[in-house]
């Protein structure tokens, strides 16, 4: 059964910049629950488990998988993963790097992408995470990146809502090759996707 794993990491990271140095103390930041919603994981399809420290979610779905060829329904899905987070008041935070790790398997010619947007609810910055896969492949792969803007809830607050989007699709090539197949498939044992989020705090 393909799944898909999504495992938030909540490093305190010490960045060497003005007013990031320090974190709230241990145990003072919690995800409190998480909702999701999307074609790649319908009602029913996922299940989540939050660490005993609160810094930690893991999401399983069930229905994470596109391939080719087949319908646009079959080639595109996405998911839409919200996670409330608390913290102590006087501290705001951004968002750092993502990492995904998965497997995808593409014949001549098939193209395929993951694509992961990011915003916390009541603001309008969106950063966003795009990585294409050319063919051929046929491999595990690993992705990070850093976001080149950084997304703060207001300073006055101690809870936040983040908003996760992944998509993944593939697009098969024109004739006479647009039979080839491809696939991504996310797996919650060996073709496991994980989104890794690392945080640098700020004293307001």
Do not use: H
């Not at 990585?131 to 990070?144: A, E, S, Y």
Request: charged letters at 10%; a negative charge.
């Amino acid at each position: 059964m393909a799944a898909m794993v999504v495992l938030l990491m909540l490093g305190l990271l010490q960045l060497a910049l003005p007013g990031l140095a320090q974190s709230p103390p241990p145990g003072a930041v919690k995800i409190e629950k998480f909702g999701y919603a999307g074609t790649g994981c319908p009602p029913g399809s996922a299940d989540g488990i939050i660490s005993s420290t609160g810094k930690e979610l893991t999401v399983l779905f069930s229905a994470y998988t596109v391939s080719t060829p087949g319908s646009l329904a079959d080639r595109r899905k996405n998911c839409q993963v919200a996670v409330s987070l608390s913290f102590p008041a006087g501290f705001t935070f951004t968002l750092v790097t993502v990492t995904f790790r998965g497997y995808a398997e593409f014949q001549e010619g098939v193209q395929g992408t993951l694509v992961a947007s990011y915003y916390l609810a009541g603001t309008e910055q969106t950063e966003s995470v795009v990585k294409n896969l050319p063919p051929p492949v046929r491999d595990n792969f690993t992705i990070t990146d850093s976001f080149p803007a950084f997304i703060y809830p207001q300073c006055n607050s101690t809870s936040v809502l983040l908003n996760i989007n992944s998509e993944a699709r593939v697009v098969p090539p024109p004739p006479p090759l647009n039979n080839n197949e491809g696939v991504i498939n996310v797996d919650a044992q060996d073709l496991a996707l994980v989104q890794q989020f690392g945080l640098s705090w700020k004293i307001c």
